[in-house]
């Protein structure tokens, strides 16, 4: 198994600009997340998916797209970039089963996306 | 590689009281974070308490407190006073010192009662 996937590494963008950070997990996983991290700051969710065509908000959407058209893939999308979106971002996902609030969460090594 | 163990899945304890969550990590890297975070129902990730590896001061957050210890790789978190809002996911988390590679633990469920 690979786990969690995320390309690409390292991303500069021109504000205004527009791209697709990728996500892909092997493990069969349900649910999905999106988080972003600022230096020094602890996560903050921005999208999550419970499932292929199940998407919901988190805390900090604004300026982001998600879409889940498979188990294994979760994209998020920039549009119009812009200096405030220049953060770490971590894509994790999670075996949550029925009747449990949450699961332990797997990580991807994660984004780093500067905007200038 | 980076591991994270909490071998604690579920804890309970009442209002009012102290509460201590175990944590231990693997690495091999000498300069890294550590956090705790906490997870509710909204799945929010809300950061709790972090810690600097080359701070040996412990880190405190109101209630919140934690016992570093970096030779025996432990990091476990205190709660004070605990309060019905406390009741949640916890989990510990490790991240290396370029802001990359977190690793979390599999979380233990605290619940505090009335």
């Known amino acids: 198994n690979a786990g969690v996937t995320q390309t690409p590494k390292f991303r500069i963008l021109k504000i205004g600009q527009s791209m697709t950070l990728q996500c892909a997990q092997d493990?069969?996983?349900?649910?999905m997340y999106w988080y972003r991290q600022d230096p020094g700051m602890g996560l903050k969710l921005i999208y999550y998916?419970?499932?292929?065509?199940?998407?919901d908000k988190g805390e900090v959407p604004n300026g982001y797209n998600v879409s889940r058209s498979t188990t294994e893939d979760f994209p998020l999308r920039l549009e119009l970039a812009a200096p405030s979106q220049t953060s770490v971002y971590f894509c994790?996902?999670?075996?949550?089963?029925?009747?449990?609030?949450?699961?332990?969460?797997?990580f991807g090594p994660g984004t780093r996306l500067t905007v200038l | 590689a980076q591991t994270v163990t909490q071998s604690q899945p579920e804890m309970s304890v009442q209002e009012a009281e102290t509460v201590t969550l175990s944590c231990t990590y693997d690495?091999?890297?000498?300069?890294?974070?550590l956090f705790w975070y906490k997870q509710p129902p909204s799945r929010q990730m809300i950061l709790v308490i972090r810690?600097?590896?080359?701070?040996?001061q412990n880190a405190t957050e109101n209630r919140f407190s934690v016992n570093f210890q970096k030779a025996a790789k432990s990091f476990s978190l205190k709660i004070s006073d605990s309060q019905l809002g406390d009741t949640a996911m916890y989990f510990c988390?490790?991240?290396?010192?370029?802001?990359?590679?977190?690793?979390f633990g599999p979380g233990t469920r605290l619940s505090v009662l009335p």
């Open positions: 994790a996902s999670s075996p949550t089963h029925s009747g449990m609030e949450t699961d332990t969460q797997y």
């Open positions: 493990m069969n996983h349900n649910y």
């Open positions: 998916s419970v499932g292929a065509g199940i998407t």
């Open positions: 690495t091999s890297e000498n300069n890294y974070y």
């Open positions: 810690q600097e590896a080359y701070k040996q």
């Open positions: 988390a490790l991240q290396d010192n370029y802001g990359q590679n977190f690793v």
